[in-house]
């Protein structure tokens, strides 16, 4: 049961009080749109409007992204890219729009309620969901909203939406009005979604003027709204009239200007059509004579954007700014950098990515396997039904989800097949043009073709701050066939706040033991075998095969806590962890990316091919655990024993 927040001026009625499924997931330490781990309160204060309130209160100001869904499957896997860059600069929310033709509420790829699932489950992002009436009956709005639900979406934009053809068409059994919608999800879902609704600072231009638009947002809020966002406009004035106009009528709930940085002139002629907006003449006196000069017009969309909103925040009157990015992020970057609104906190909430889900809210530890490909992680455990809080606990049934699905755009590569080749090789040679791209990837130089390695099939970014404190380690072992797939360096109280390795919140101190995970050949694995024996009790390994011969000196049902941190006033919170059963279901996938995302680059028969077959044949999977954190790391050393066995001479023959 959540908390329930009424409204200020009380002046709607729920038809239904049970609120069972109230959001859930946990609070921001940045309040942005990035989750965290849930503290006293947790359902209440995680509602977008709370965190809304509370900004105000502070006189912080945020900002907030528009998107909309892609055309093609490669244009979601970069939009969800884009979704990652962006998050960085801690929107408070973003949204996504609704278009009717494009089967909005279906499974595919790009439709908007797949690509707002895949921002709150796998980017992390607090996310509104546009929801038009436009040629929708009354279940199938009661639907989608219900398959929202299930996704982990908690917040709608209700809006009547544009007609599909040059005039407005009742449809039987829908709605007409973004009013009556409001009323429905309150009436059928309670007050489990945040509901925000569309302002139109020089007045709809369906509406029978401007005054008469206004009394049409005072009844959309009193059924129910929480927010408003505006249309878009180009003089600050415009706005603030506006917001006076709507206090004075009694609208007291928050509105968000809509912002739009002028980014090419065709695009802006597009966006005033649809919008029925007059642009200023004197925008379009700058404009015009500079219309071909893509370049020139997005410098000038930019200043004019930044000045239009430092009027805005200056006035006290405007919360936040909302930004039309039309799917694009560099104008609206350089805005938010110049407001000083785009701010990079390099500390995390946790140590690795957050799902937004409202089920997901309690989950603060994880196996460190899937630290590089946390979206494939949320996918294998969407079905469970309670995470992991505070501890991993006995691990004898995580019951993850098989991983057959590679070709789903939240998991795919954002680099195109021809990006990868000039990556990993056109023609692969032997096993060491393997440990060469591994190698270019640690020290980010370009290969024998001049091309950069940016990604391996088990990482699909370049490699972390944390990671490069391991660089030159990295490389040298990557060099001789110690294939690394994931690492941490040793690290005993360094503060949370700290820039590479911090995380949690302020005033804290992080631990972790030194970690490495890697492929190597069998021949090093039985002389990596013998070495390990004069380092127990301190190191503990795994090593495995694909057919599942398992080699350990770990507690076969005992995790090892291998990340924690201590903060003032809570719990020790231990957030990563080594987990035999939970590694043996990571080591299925991780063979599988051996064949999926680099071996099908190449035809069958082919020399290349059948290289990648032969290390996912014959190669291992080993991680390694240094536990004594405090001293200094040692894997290192087992790496060099190793070596330094395998490369004595022979024993003589007694």
């Known amino acids: 049961m ?24 946990g609070e921001s330490s940045r309040e942005s749109s990035r989750c965290s781990t849930p503290g006293p309160d947790a359902d209440r204060a995680d509602r977008l409007r709370e965190k809304m309130r509370r900004r105000i209160e502070s006189g912080d100001p945020w900002f907030s992204l528009e998107f909309f869904p892609p055309r093609t499957s490669s244009g979601a896997v970069n939009l969800i890219s884009r979704f990652d860059r962006m998050g960085f600069g801690g929107p408070l929310f973003i949204d996504i729009t609704w278009h009717p033709a494009g089967d909005p509420g279906s499974d595919k790829e790009t439709s908007s309620m797949m690509i707002a699932s895949t921002a709150v489950n796998y980017c992390g992002l607090e996310s509104i969901l546009h929801l ?43 709605f007409s009005y973004a009013t009556d919608l409001v009323k429905h999800i309150r009436c059928e879902f309670d007050d489990y979604f945040d509901i925000c609704v569309a ?3 020089t007045g709809h231009p369906e509406a029978d003027g401007y005054h008469a638009d206004l009394k049409h947002l005072k009844e959309k809020v009193d059924a129910g709204a929480d927010f408003v966002i505006t249309q878009l406009f180009f003089r600050a004035e415009t706005f603030l009239s506006f917001v006076k106009d709507c206090r004075a009528i009694g609208i007291t709930c928050p509105i968000l200007p809509g912002v ?15 919008s029925k907006l007059e642009v200023p003449k004197e925008i379009m006196e700058v404009i015009e004579p500079i219309k071909d000069n893509d370049a020139a017009i997005r410098n000038y969309g930019i200043q004019q954007a930044v000045e239009m909103c430092k009027v805005l925040l200056d006035s006290g009157v405007v919360p936040g700014l909302h930004f039309f990015t039309l799917n694009r992020e560099v104008a609206t970057i350089q805005v938010l950098r110049q407001l000083g609104l785009w701010i990079e906190d390099p500390r995390r909430p946790l140590p690795w990515a957050i799902s ?3 089920k997901r809210k309690v989950e603060d530890v994880r196996p460190i396997f899937w630290a590089s490909r946390p979206k494939s992680y949320i996918y294998r455990t969407q079905d469970w039904d309670e995470f992991p809080n505070g501890r991993w606990g006995n691990s004898s049934s995580p019951a993850f989800g098989e991983l057959n699905d590679y070709y789903l755009f939240y998991l795919k590569s954002k680099c195109s097949k021809d990006a990868l080749l000039q990556m990993w090789g056109e023609e692969l040679t032997s096993e060491e043009s393997v440990f060469e791209v591994f190698t270019n990837y640690i020290t980010a130089q370009a290969n024998l073709s001049g091309h950069k390695v940016m990604c391996l099939p088990w990482n699909d970014d370049p490699l972390a701050p944390e990671t490069n404190l391991l660089k030159d380690e990295l490389e040298k072992v990557n060099r001789r066939g110690i294939l690394t797939i994931n690492s941490q360096p040793n690290i005993n109280g360094k503060p949370s706040s700290d820039p590479i390795v911090g995380w949690g919140p302020p005033g804290g101190y992080v631990f972790q033991k030194a970690y490495l995970e890697f492929f190597t050949s069998s021949e090093n694995v039985t002389a990596l075998l013998k070495v390990l024996r004069k380092y127990e009790p301190r190191v503990n390994y795994h090593i495995v095969n694909v057919q599942g011969k398992n080699l350990t000196n770990a507690h076969d049902m005992q995790p090892n806590a291998v990340t924690w941190g201590i903060f003032p006033g809570r719990e020790i919170i231990q ?3 080594v987990d035999p059963v939970s590694f043996m279901y990571w080591k299925d996938e991780a063979f599988a990316l051996w064949i999926e995302q680099w071996a099908k680059l190449y035809e069958e028969e082919s020399p290349s091919r059948m290289i990648i077959q032969y290390i996912h044949d014959n190669y291992y999977l080993v991680n390694l655990v240094d536990n004594d954190f405090p001293l200094d790391n040692c894997l290192w050393q087992v790496i060099d024993d190793m070596f330094d066995l395998l490369d004595a001479p022979p024993e003589p023959l007694q």
């Not at 639900?149 to 449809?171: C, F, H, Q, T, V």
């Not at 739009?260 to 649809?274: A, D, N």
């Open 2 to 25: 959540v908390n329930q927040v009424q409204k200020v001026d009380g002046s709607w009625q729920s038809c239904k009080s049970d609120s069972s499924g109230a959001s859930n997931s």
């Open 132 to 174: 038009t009436c436009c040629n929708q009956t009354k279940e199938n709005i009661t639907a989608h909203l219900s398959k929202a639900k299930r996704l982990g979406l908690k917040n709608i934009m209700a809006l009547r939406g544009d007609p599909l053809g040059d005039s407005w068409e009742e449809e039987e059994g829908g």
């Open 199 to 201: 302002g139109y600072p």
């Open 260 to 274: 739009f940085p002028i980014q090419g002139y065709q695009s802006l002629r597009q966006l005033v059509k649809l």
């Open 356 to 358: 937004a889900h409202p």
């Open 575 to 577: 957030p990563t962890v």
